[in-house]
């Protein structure tokens, strides 16, 4: 662990999916002396307590952030502002506060007017993920190898910048800096507008009389049960996520309309050509990713293996 990343008390507010890979990365790699956490409901904190991953629960946000050196609120984006007004006057001064969320624009909006003087705001995403949602689903291992992207204020420290970083980086994430506008656009085309279209496939499949529900669920492998995977994805998250990310997530959308316009023209003309050269495109872009390691070329994607693990 590199002195440049280590924090003396961290406090985590909210403990699902990524504030439960936090404290389980951050406690493996020893880079707090004290992790702190809280969340919103009795029974997440009680189930959090019996873990046994962080040092405190505590019952209120305030109480979590007090002589924090670190604060990362890691609960919907949604509720980012309201959260940022509660812990204001509570926290240390020189701390530096984050979160997590999948939409940058909205919560630097929504936060930094409540933020005091001598606090540094470093947002933060990590692109790293699964389906699965509460205390028990997060994992040491989710940042490892996946992109953290900070989107600091023009103003922030370039001290608290680089701390923060550090952090994310003994986590395993690599790190990259860019403007909240645009991690919004980047994210709304590789991230947003994917889900948006797993979630209306996997609604159609559904509505279909002709296709039966056993038939839907038999021949998923055709392609289907890779959208009901991401379809799976956390309401709450994936309702804010729109909410807050609009203009960009409707840009994209416009996008992808018109090309898929020229896809379905493609197939009623006949013209397979069109079609070939799309696919080509596609598969090339595919290779890509797997070429720089961001997922696997297994067959299956990797299933397979994972399945046959003890
Ligand atoms: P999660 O597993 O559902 O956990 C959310 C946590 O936030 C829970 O501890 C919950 O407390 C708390 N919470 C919910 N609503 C709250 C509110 N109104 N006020 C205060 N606390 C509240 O969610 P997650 O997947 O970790 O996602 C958290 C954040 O990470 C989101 O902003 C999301 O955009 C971002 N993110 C998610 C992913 C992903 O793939 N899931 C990836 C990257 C970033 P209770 O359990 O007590 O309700």
């Given at each position: 662990m590199s002195e440049q990343a280590h924090f003396q008390r961290v406090a985590l507010i909210g403990f699902g999916l990524i504030g439960g890979s936090i404290a389980r990365a951050a406690k493996l790699q020893g880079l707090a002396s004290e992790i702190v956490t809280t969340a919103r409901s009795e029974k997440t904190r009680a189930r959090v307590a019996e873990l046994g991953i962080v040092d405190q629960v505590v019952a209120t946000n305030a109480e979590a952030v007090k002589d924090a050196d670190l604060v990362i609120?890691?609960?919907?984006?949604?509720?980012c502002g309201a959260v940022a007004q509660e812990i204001a006057a509570h926290l240390k001064p020189g701390a530096i506060v984050s979160d997590v969320g999948s939409v940058k624009g909205a919560v630097v909006r929504d936060m930094v007017p409540h933020l005091p003087k001598g606090i540094h705001f470093v947002p933060a995403h990590p692109v790293a993920g699964t389906e699965h949602s509460g205390?028990?689903?997060?994992?040491?291992?989710?940042?490892?190898n996946r992109w953290c992207i900070l989107t600091p204020?023009?103003?922030?420290?370039a001290a608290a910048t680089e701390h923060l970083r550090a952090f994310w980086a003994a986590m395993g994430a690599k790190v990259e800096i860019m403007t909240p506008d645009h991690h919004d656009l980047v994210l709304a085309i590789t991230s947003h507008l994917p889900h948006l279209i797993a979630y209306t496939i996997v609604g159609t499949a559904d509505e279909l009389?002709?296709?039966t529900e056993s038939e839907v669920i038999k021949f998923s492998?055709?392609?289907?049960r890779d959208f009901t995977r991401i379809a799976a994805s956390d309401p709450t998250m994936w309702r804010d996520v729109f909410l807050a990310n609009k203009e960009a997530v409707l840009e994209m959308l416009g996008t992808f309309t018109e090309d898929l316009a020229k896809l379905t023209r493609a197939i009623r003309r006949g013209d397979g050509e069109a079609l070939f050269d799309h696919f080509t495109r596609t598969r090339a872009i595919r290779r890509g990713i797997v070429e720089i390691g961001q997922?696997?070329?297994?067959?299956d994607f990797g299933r397979l293996a994972a399945l046959k693990k003890p």
């Open positions: 609120l890691c609960i919907p984006v949604g509720a205390p028990d689903s997060g994992f040491a291992e989710l940042f490892i204020p023009e103003d922030t420290d009389a002709q296709v492998a055709g392609g289907f997922d696997s070329a297994a067959p």
